[in-house]
């Protein structure tokens, strides 16, 4: 049995009653790992689900002090445009603590379960900015980073994996990172009209339900200047499952989360420094996404006209 150290974050308190550390144990061989997409579990950094809670591994070095120490700053409010009153509460995990397995000296953060709400989730990770790479890289860092998607520049984003339940066959249709850095900025649209393609039709409704939550997240980003992000990504997240008893009409059951906060910087309120990435990336996903709304409206009004 591994042992595991515990930092309590509840997001429920007041500021200043957080981070009580207490100490407890885990067996981690009886948890259930995560089944998520750019799972890590091959490389010895599997995540797992406790409940409805989250365990992500993260790096035990600066890059996963930066992202915990994102999270404990969010949900207790120190900086400006954050904490649970503010908008960016709809779409950034909630924090739990952390849980630190002193055997196998890995530390995770503890989130919300972003797939438990859902029956069959269909998820995809897409990796917004203009630059995957942080202001600390150096030469050799940046050509690996470019190298991976020499479209990112451009677009703004990328597609690093997604999982898709197929209605017609029942099961998942799952996608690695090969099939994201395979595509180019001329069909990379192509790719996100798969992921709402469930093997019978588009899913116009979670089209539009996920659009307007993009758009409270662009609305953030276009008016924060506090932080900085890179490598960071925005989950999109759509009820796969159809309900009989609905006559076969899908729901609208969506959400969208920011992740990945290991190589966030802040900045100072008076450099008013946007991140300016994430807003073009953003802003590029919303387009496509209307494009894909405008086709499928084209195709019903030939359809009734036909």
């Known amino acids: 049995m591994a042992d595991i150290v515990r930092g309590v974050y509840d997001t429920t308190k007041k500021k200043g009653e957080n981070n009580a550390d207490s100490k407890g144990s885990l067996d981690f061989d009886k948890l259930e790992c995560a089944d998520t997409v750019n799972s890590r579990r091959s490389k010895g950094r599997a995540s797992f689900v406790l409940r409805k809670t989250f365990l992500k591994p993260i790096e035990n070095d600066l890059r996963g002090q930066k992202e915990k120490n994102f999270y404990e700053d969010f949900w207790s409010g120190k900086a400006p445009h954050l904490g649970p ?64 998607f020499k479209y990112q520049e451009l677009l703004g984003y990328r597609i690093t994996g997604m999982k898709v339940y197929d209605v017609h066959h029942s099961e998942y249709r799952l996608y690695e990172k090969e099939y994201g850095r395979h595509l180019t900025n001329l069909n990379a649209g192509h790719g996100l009209m798969n992921f709402f393609f469930n093997g019978r039709s588009i899913r116009i409704d979670a089209i539009r339900s996920i659009k307007s939550k993009l758009q409270n997240v662009l609305c953030w980003f276009e008016n924060q200047n506090v932080y900085r992000f890179y490598g960071h990504s925005v989950l999109l997240i759509y009820e796969g499952n159809i309900e009989e008893e609905n ?60």
């Not at 917004?128 to 690996?144: F, M, P, S, V």
């Open 85 to 148: 009153a503010s908008i960016a509460a709809e779409f950034i995990p909630k924090y739990f603590g952390f849980e630190v397995d002193t055997v196998k000296q890995n530390t995770f953060i503890k989130l919300d379960n972003l797939e438990d709400p859902f029956q069959k989730p269909c998820v995809i990770d897409l990796k917004i900015g203009t630059q995957t790479y942080d202001e600390d890289a150096d030469n050799d860092k940046i050509a690996k980073q470019i190298k991976k």
């Open 247 to 306: 006559l076969g009409v899908p729901t609208s059951k969506a959400d969208v989360k920011l992740i990945d906060f290991a190589h966030c910087y802040k900045s100072k309120p008076e450099e008013n420094r946007k991140d300016l990435g994430s807003i073009k990336g953003l802003k590029n996903i919303l387009k496509v996404l209307e494009s894909i709304e405008q086709f499928c409206d084209g195709i019903e009004v030939n359809t009734k006209g036909s």
